[in-house]
């Protein structure tokens, strides 16, 4: 019986308390009885000292001052905190993106409000009926170009073009009231317009530039809008199960295990952000390349694209349009008589071409090159400063606002207990994860609502590289717009639509070969009618070896 006071021995330290650091005297739990109280809850029910942790589900099941409601409590309220901390962060980036699209369409704005009311202001006194009967043309115009602007579904050129057509009816018309001129004649005269150019070269080289500058002005500003909704919808989505889990380990488990004042380790920070995060790590390509395509847009409106000049001036072309066809109407009269024919003598006769003034009243147009100037300035250095978001996230959220420990403390909590954190920070995105010790992540299954952001990134950045060379897009349909901008990402071909070979991006798009598959097809179906051919061969050799023996 030698072996019994060893066998007594060991039942005894068996059933003794297993806290080394606690000696026989179990901890208070008033640190965590203090913050579960200033979280809302009830102290109802709440240990006073540690009690033994079998209980739990989510923290070490050591000895604990969380019960299992508490624990559950605690997870709820690090999944609310966690989300809250993502709008915040979003919030600031929507505040940036919006600012800037408040500041520019402001200037823009105001460009084409300034130009218009020059024209008011100038060409009564200019151009007397001239004007005063043909209002209603150049307030269309400008309706018409503030709508392009605002994102409707207008062909511009085609407005442009229909504004000197009606303008130059009109005019034909008072320049010539001794004659009764139809519909029908002044048809004929509009087909001769463009050989005759009555405006000069006015027309043409406006809608060159205008159409230019408007595109340009238009994308940029819809890409600030674009770029704050995608950060808005993706800042809204939900954590998955499995992270509610990790960041509940994170931010409240070492508080149940009775360590307060310990930080979480850096590290094991990360790898808890990163894992909750990985869809929203998958932003980052075309997220960078609409923040890369606005500056591109940017440097385009305030430098070949000449947008101050050409917004600001629009009412003096118009005016040198109109001078132009003053100075040269005998000329031009004559060739559309001889073209189209000599009109009837009108029998009410006029003298609004004597009551017309040629008297030349200087328009001005005060320069903002400056103020656009400082507003790209200042765009630049914000898309800049944006375009890593997605992927520094995790790290600006594990410093300032879990408030992780330095990456070299040894005496942090690792999810389990004080001391170093060993594994090492996994990378970024979704495909990342697969390995991820603190974050189970299902890579085959992306979210939804974040690969439909990452198309309407797609969406924007092609039409910002068509804005880049002069091409306009139709905002309305976003058939045209799969283009992609060559991402690179795990977004599917049936999710994201193919791609367009006139994006004018330099990145060539991805191309996916479809994979051969066993069983489907002709390859699998011969290959499932080799049994069958070996089978019927076997046979016909057993029968004629059989016809042998006989």
Not at 60 to 69: A, I, L, R, V
Not at 97 to 122: C, I, M, P, V, W
Not at 144 to 152: A, F, N, T
Not at 373 to 392: C, F, P, S
Request: hydrophobic share 35%.
């Amino acid at each position: 019986m030698r072996f019994f006071p060893w066998g007594f021995w060991l039942l005894c330290v068996a059933s003794a308390p297993a806290r080394g650091d606690s000696g026989s005297k179990a901890r208070s739990c008033a640190e965590v009885r203090q913050l579960y109280g200033a979280k809302g809850f009830s102290l109802s029910g709440v240990p006073q000292a540690e009690i033994s942790g079998e209980h739990l589900r989510i923290c070490p099941q050591g000895y604990t001052c969380c019960t299992s409601e508490m624990e559950e409590n605690f997870a709820n309220k690090s999944r609310s905190e966690f989300e809250a901390m993502m709008k915040e962060a979003g919030r600031s980036v929507q505040t940036t993106l919006t600012a800037q699209h408040r500041s520019f369409d402001s200037y823009f704005q105001d460009l084409l409000n300034k130009s218009e009311k020059a024209l008011y202001d100038g060409f009564p006194s200019m151009y007397g009926e001239l004007y005063t009967q043909n209002m209603k043309v150049f307030k269309d115009l400008y309706s018409e170009l503030r709508r392009y602007y605002r994102g409707s579904n207008i062909n511009l050129e085609e407005a442009l073009n229909e504004f000197w057509t009606r303008l130059l009816e009109r005019l034909f018309k008072l320049m010539n009231p001794q004659y009764h001129i139809t519909d029908e004649y002044l048809d004929c005269m509009v087909k001769h317009a463009e050989q005759h150019k009555p405006f000069g070269e006015v027309p043409r080289d406006l809608k060159v530039k205008a159409t230019r500058a408007f595109i340009a002005a238009r994308s940029y500003a819809q890409g600030f809008l674009v770029g704050s909704d995608v950060v808005k919808k993706v800042s809204q989505v939900s954590l998955s199960h499995e992270c509610t889990r990790a960041i509940m380990k994170l931010m409240y488990c070492p508080h149940c295990r009775g360590m307060s004042s310990v930080k979480p380790c850096n590290n094991y920070c990360l790898n808890v952000v990163k894992g909750c995060l990985a869809n929203q790590a998958d932003l980052n390509t075309e997220w960078k390349y609409l923040m890369d395509s606005l500056v591109v847009v940017a440097d385009r409106i305030d430098g070949p694209y000449n947008v101050d000049t050409v917004i600001g001036t629009i009412h003096m072309r118009i005016a040198e349009a109109i001078s132009n066809l003053q100075e040269n109407k005998d000329s031009i009269t004559a060739k559309v008589f001889q073209g189209c024919g000599n009109p009837k003598i009108s029998t009410k006769g006029s003298s609004t071409e004597d009551k017309k003034r040629r008297g030349k009243v200087a328009l001005e147009a005060k320069s903002s090159a400056q103020a656009l100037e400082m507003l790209v300035l200042d765009a630049k250095g914000n898309l800049t400063a944006l375009k890593t978001y997605w992927i520094t996230l995790p790290g600006i959220l594990c410093s300032k606002k879990v408030m992780a420990s330095s990456a070299a403390d040894d005496k942090c909590w690792n999810g389990m207990t004080k001391g170093s954190y060993l594994p090492e920070v996994m990378g970024d995105g979704l495909a990342n994860q697969i390995n991820n010790p603190e974050v189970e992540v299902d890579i085959t299954k992306p979210d939804m609502t974040i690969r439909q952001q990452i198309m309407q990134l797609k969406i924007m950045t092609n039409r910002l590289g068509n804005a880049n060379i002069g091409n306009d897009v139709d905002f309305q349909d976003a058939s045209d717009d799969m283009s992609g901008s060559g991402s690179g990402d795990s977004c599917p071909d049936d999710v994201c639509g193919k791609r367009l070979s006139k994006s004018p991006s330099t990145r060539q798009p991805e191309t996916h070969a479809i994979p051969k598959q066993s069983g489907h097809g002709i390859n699998g179906a011969s290959s499932r009618s080799l049994p069958s051919t070996f089978l019927l061969l076997l046979s016909v050799a057993f029968i004629a070896a059989q016809h042998l023996w006989r």
